[in-house]
């Protein structure tokens, strides 16, 4: 078995169904570094992703790796940071799919995937949230400093709501 089939066989469970936003859909795909024969210098996982999600939704994709932020416990996450993954997610053609992932499911992910439904469905933090908890395989209580980070985003999208009603 080549390493892109040993990918796309282990990840294929994991990945989540695709979730409309916008004129987008959001994918969760899980964290790569987690399976011991993947090289994170030479990642399969975005072929496979790009793979799984073609051949079974049969949607063009685009892999979003959010290593970019900090990762752990006591990383700070601002609303300048989550506008940079923000603006690659809306420059996409439309009707495209984006897998958002990162490398050591450190939350990350869920902070951009609830930060996406938040500006683009105008849902609250904790709707975003039971979004996100219910397409992963398993569900967790949200870390404390991704609650941070979301609420800064959610405070940057009323303030902006505000500024164009008046």
């Not at 987690?34 to 996982?45: K, T």
């Not at 940079?84 to 995937?113: D, K, S, W």
């Not at 975003?128 to 985003?153: D, H, S, T």
């Amino acid at each position: 078995m080549q390493a892109f089939d040993q990918v796309s066989t282990t990840i294929s469970p994991s990945l989540s169904f695709p979730v409309q936003c916008g004129p987008y859909w959001l994918l969760v795909g899980p964290a790569p570094i987690v399976y011991p024969f993947v090289n994170p210098r030479r990642i399969y996982a975005a072929t496979c992703y790009r793979h799984l999600v073609q051949s079974r939704h049969g949607l063009q994709t685009t892999v979003l790796n959010v290593r970019g932020l900090p990762g752990g416990d006591r990383a700070t996450y601002n609303v300048t940071a989550i506008q940079e993954y923000m603006n690659q997610i809306t420059t996409l053609p439309r009707g495209q799919a984006c897998v958002i992932h990162c490398y050591h499911g450190v939350h990350r992910t869920g902070l951009i995937f609830c930060a996406a439904l938040m500006q683009m469905e105008q849902l609250t933090m904790s709707q975003a949230w039971q979004i996100f908890c219910r397409i992963r395989p398993f569900q967790y209580p949200m870390r404390e400093n991704i609650q941070k980070g979301l609420e800064e985003w959610a405070k940057l999208l009323r303030f902006k709501q505000d500024q164009k009603v008046k």
